[in-house]
């Protein structure tokens, strides 16, 4: 073989080893999701469901929501029993512990669902205090837990499901500790790793224009959903669409 051939040989040989990698790569198949504060779990069934139906093996985690803290260690506890890459979903509250557990090695990306996108120095309290919420339904227990009050439950955090659903979500809720709201984050995933966001138009809990604001400093690709604070679970198809945008564009 001639040097010209040896050549064109060896660049064929580096085309093809550059193209491989994409060829070869194996899609983003876990997602590990943070309920946020004043809910639980279980409304986030019909998106477990949705996503599981398109291949997605699924996880949420249930944080004890005594500090920011243990919140953290609960999501990193989940992410080490996940075999491969995963994007983090935080609804709420959940948007602090996903910031802090997302500097994980294995999250490849986050999504933001009407949460919080803090970003150093911030905590919860602070963020919230920027652009007040509708809602005057926060109470607090004689040890400094916080509810709220089912009275204002539909109104304030699920105005768009069903009263069923709303009167079960009021009676269900998880307190979380004031201490909780009042830490500080160190370290912003989303300043290394790509974010998504989905703003709920209609939010009470969150201000809508504070997390237009959030999502815009963090560079997220933010979607906007005429929906309450449930959106998770008056909007399932769209949050999983927004979920599944975020694995397939970070598939590795």
């Known amino acids: ?86 994007i983090l979903v935080g609804h709420s509250y959940g948007g602090m512990v996903v910031t802090e557990a997302g500097n994980a090695d294995n999250v490849a990306g986050l999504v933001y669902i009407a949460a ?3 970003d150093a120095g911030e905590n919860l309290l602070d963020l919230a205090g920027k652009i007040p919420a509708a809602t005057k339904g926060i109470m607090a227990t004689s040890d400094e837990f916080l509810y709220l009050d ?35 984050i160190k ?18 809990a969150i201000h809508p224009d504070l997390m237009r604001m959030m999502a815009k400093r963090a560079g997220s690709t933010a979607s906007e959903v005429n929906s309450s604070h449930a959106v998770f679970l008056s909007q399932p198809g769209k949050v999983t669409g927004v979920i599944e945008e975020a694995a397939k564009a970070l598939s590795r």
């Open 116 to 118: 919080f996108q803090p």
């Open 150 to 184: 089912p009275k204002a439950f539909a109104a304030d955090f699920a105005a768009d499901v069903s009263a069923a659903d709303a009167e079960f979500m009021a009676r269900s809720q998880v307190f979380p500790s004031k201490a909780s709201f009042e830490t500080k």
């Open 1 to 86: 073989m001639g040097l010209t051939q040896l050549s064109l040989a060896g660049g064929l040989l580096f085309a093809l080893a550059a193209i491989m990698p994409a060829f070869a790569a194996t899609p983003i198949k876990n997602v590990v999701i943070v309920h946020g504060a004043l809910a639980d779990g279980s409304g986030w069934r019909k998106v477990h469901d949705q996503l599981k139906a398109k291949g997605y093996k699924v996880t949420v985690v249930q944080p004890p929501m005594t500090t920011l803290e243990d919140d953290v260690k609960a999501t990193k506890r989940i992410l080490d029993l996940q075999d491969g890459p995963s």
């Open 187 to 204: 370290q912003p995933a989303w300043k290394t790793k790509k974010s998504w966001a989905v703003i709920a138009t209609n939010d009470r």
